[in-house]
């Protein structure tokens, strides 16, 4: 089971480490406002490394990946996994929050793995673009959950936002509103 889930994403080979990375230009997102994360807030504990390969369940209490992730976005994920489990759908979270060395550790890496800060920017971005550093995005696994919050999401307000990144949500639409439609890859987000 679990390396049929993992087959589509052989090709963007360290995918699942590196997910993740781009948003598209949100609105709401002022300079200086206090995003999760950001400078006027207590320095968190950790760089929001999710060691477990399973991932969190959305009810850990104790992780710096959850509880740095922007409240609606972790409400709205506990709420979507307890409704998975009701579909026999066990749902975890693989990455929320990064901490911007940490998003710069994923970038440079990425940047190695694809041979280009653009090629690599498909998927990961650099700190200061990723919705992961302000804690507006999470990462689902397994793909089953991926997929199912993909189907249902959008009745949480919960989006897939990149076409190739089938894992990545962020909060896009209105609860039961319509997900916009999905960019092809992080760069798109940029511009
Ligand atoms: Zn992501």
Redesign the pocket.
């Known amino acids: 089971m679990r390396s049929r889930l993992l087959l589509p994403l052989i090709g963007a080979a360290s995918a699942l480490v590196l997910?993740?990375?781009g948003r598209p230009p949100a609105p709401d997102v002022r300079p200086g406002s206090a995003a999760p994360g950001s400078a006027t807030a207590p320095a968190p504990r950790g760089d929001g490394r999710i060691a477990d390969d399973r991932g969190l369940s959305p009810f850990e209490t104790d992780h710096v990946a959850l509880t740095e992730l922007d409240p609606r976005l972790l409400r709205a994920v506990r709420q979507a996994a307890a409704r998975a489990k009701t579909d026999g759908v066990d749902l975890f979270i693989t990455?929320g929050w990064r901490s911007a060395d940490y998003q710069r550790r994923l970038f440079d890496q990425a940047v190695t793995q694809y041979g280009s800060r653009e090629e690599a920017k498909r998927y990961v971005l650099p700190p200061e673009k990723s919705?992961?550093v302000r804690g507006e995005?999470?990462?689902i696994g397994p793909t089953d959950a991926a997929d199912w919050l993909g189907r249902r999401g959008a009745a949480f307000g919960l989006c897939q936002v990149y076409a190739n990144?089938m894992?990545?949500?962020e909060l896009a639409t209105r609860p039961g509103g319509a997900c916009p439609p999905q960019l092809p890859d992080a760069t798109a987000a940029e511009y």
Do not use: N, Q, R
Request: aromatic letters at 16%.
């Open positions: 997910s993740g990375c990455s919705a992961h995005a999470v990462d990144e894992w990545h949500f």
